[in-house]
């Protein structure tokens, strides 16, 4: 089954994704990560995307689809993917569309972890301290929450239009989460 696991930044995206490798088997496609592995192995497109990344801005579309492109033969060998931090333009949404259609491997549910904004810094700062990803200081935070506000959210009827988009409160500890996604993924 090929998800995506949307939501703001710190909603506990990747590690919800990680659960569902460990326990699914599928694929997790977290273009952040691609990013960063990118960045540490000092590839032409890891110096490009740094700066933007730092700041918390968006890096382009066509580098994110192109991607995730390049990883889609392996998720449809792994039974599904986990689409984690992608799509988060409208752009995007389209281009994945339009990639699974050809594959007729459309997505089938949208998980929409709802966090409030305060527990939202609280995460980034716990998650500050123990990974130092640059991006998560205050100054970036408050950047990717305007951008996830003023562009991924648009995502949210675009999904809704489709039937898929489905709300999970994203408070409490890990496990709860876990269970209340589990809840929504094994519904028919
Ligand atoms: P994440 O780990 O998902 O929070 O992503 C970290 C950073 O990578 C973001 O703040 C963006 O700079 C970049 N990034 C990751 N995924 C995307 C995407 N789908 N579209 C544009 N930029 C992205």
Do not use: C
Not at 51 to 57: A, K, S, T
């Amino acid at each position: 089954m090929n998800i995506v696991l949307f939501g703001p930044p710190g909603a506990g995206k990747g590690t919800q994704s990680k659960r569902l490798v460990a326990e699914r088997g599928w694929v997790q496609l977290a273009t952040g990560d691609m990013l960063r592995a990118a960045r540490a192995a000092g590839t032409e497109l890891g110096k490009r995307v740094a700066d933007i990344m730092d700041r918390g801005d968006l890096v382009s579309d066509e580098i994110v689809i192109a991607l995730i492109e390049e990883r889609l033969d392996e998720a449809a060998a792994a039974g599904g993917a986990i689409f984690d931090g992608f799509p988060r333009t409208v752009a995007q949404a389209e281009a994945l569309d339009g990639l699974l259609e050809g594959r007729r491997a459309p997505i089938e549910k949208v998980v929409r972890l709802i966090v409030d904004q305060d527990e939202l810094v609280a995460r980034m700062q716990k998650r500050a301290e123990e990974e130092g990803r640059a991006d998560d200081t205050v100054e970036a935070f408050r950047v990717r929450l305007k951008n996830y506000n003023d562009q991924t959210a648009a995502l949210i009827p675009y999904y809704q239009a489709q039937g898929k988009l489905v709300d999970v409160d994203g408070a409490g500890s890990m496990d709860a989460v876990a269970a209340r996604i589990a809840e929504v993924l094994d519904q028919e």
